[in-house]
């Protein structure tokens, strides 16, 4: 089964909140809101007013793939490489959790449920703030390969996002990269936290021709402890539900 979570910016204060999960099992897609749909500025989806129920299709809503580039439009075929993903195994979801399904228009992002694979926690995604980075920072990405180690460095006094981890090389330079999306912070700082040896952040692609929020494609994976909770907050609990199809 393959999960994603929708989450939502309030614009009036700036922070993230979890506000649905979308599940797919046996080609049927099932989306839930979540306790972080309580917000008092949150507005249900269109066609999903009830926050209570649970809605089933077998083809992908319409918020979500309105969210994907069709796969006859020259952009495609570069976010496709951007994010690493081959045609031949082309899944929505993933595009969807690794690009972030962004659109100018709202303030949503739909990002991946971290699951246990091989006993492991493991993610992808692009790194953030590469856009306020100096020339000699952006020539340092440019000089990085597949393959290439990069390390965490929490930043608890940063001023906008005090959970905040920072992504640098590994050289004694330690030069800055950008940051970790925000919405993995807690999760990556608890596994630093109980994982007691040097996880490291692995580099999957970078992208010279994206654009800055597309520059840098990386993945975590640290094995997965024993009683650990992947977003483990009262926001990601499912609303009590009523099967509705659509």
């Given at each position: 089964?393959?999960?994603?979570?929708?989450?939502?910016?309030?614009?009036?204060?700036?922070?993230?909140?979890?506000?649905?999960?979308?599940?797919?099992?046996?080609?049927?897609?099932?989306?839930?809101?979540t306790q972080g749909a309580a917000h008092p500025n949150f507005t249900a989806?269109?066609?999903?007013?009830?926050?209570?129920?649970?809605?089933?299709?077998?083809?992908?809503?319409?918020f979500f793939q309105n969210r994907l580039l069709p796969l006859n439009r020259p952009e495609f075929k570069k976010m496709l490489d951007w994010s690493d993903l081959r045609m031949?195994?082309?899944?929505?979801?993933?595009?969807?959790?690794?690009?972030?399904?962004?659109?100018?228009?709202?303030?949503?992002?739909?990002?991946?449920?971290?699951q246990i694979t091989e006993d492991s926690y493991k993610i992808r995604f692009f790194i953030s703030g590469i856009s306020h980075l100096s020339d000699k920072n952006i020539c340092k990405i440019e000089s990085l390969k597949?393959?290439?180690?990069?390390?965490?460095?929490?930043?608890?006094?940063?001023?906008?996002?005090?959970?905040?981890?920072?992504?640098?090389?590994?050289?004694?330079e330690k030069v800055k990269v950008g940051y970790c999306p925000k919405y993995y912070n807690k999760d990556i700082r608890t596994?630093?936290?109980?994982?007691?040896?040097?996880?490291?952040?692995?580099?999957?692609?970078?992208?010279?021709?994206a654009p800055a929020?597309?520059?840098?494609?990386?993945?975590?994976?640290?094995?997965?402890?024993?009683?650990f909770a992947s977003f483990n907050s009262t926001e990601c609990l499912p609303f009590e539900k009523e099967v509705v199809a659509v």
């Open positions: 089964m393959k999960t994603v979570f929708v989450i939502w910016r309030d614009i009036k204060d700036g922070m993230w909140h979890t506000v649905a999960q979308l599940s797919r099992k046996d080609n049927i897609y099932q989306l839930n809101y989806f269109p066609r999903m007013t009830n926050k209570a129920e649970s809605y089933v299709s077998n083809t992908l809503f319409s031949d195994s082309y899944d929505e979801l993933e595009m969807l959790s690794i690009s972030g399904g962004a659109r100018k228009t709202d303030q949503y992002r739909i990002i991946s449920k971290p597949s393959g290439d180690l990069l390390a965490f460095e929490v930043e608890d006094t940063n001023q906008y996002d005090n959970n905040a981890v920072l992504v640098t090389t590994i050289d004694e596994l630093l936290d109980i994982n007691l040896f040097k996880d490291y952040l692995k580099v999957v692609k970078v992208n010279s021709d929020h597309f520059r840098l494609l990386c993945e975590f994976a640290t094995p997965w402890p024993n009683d």
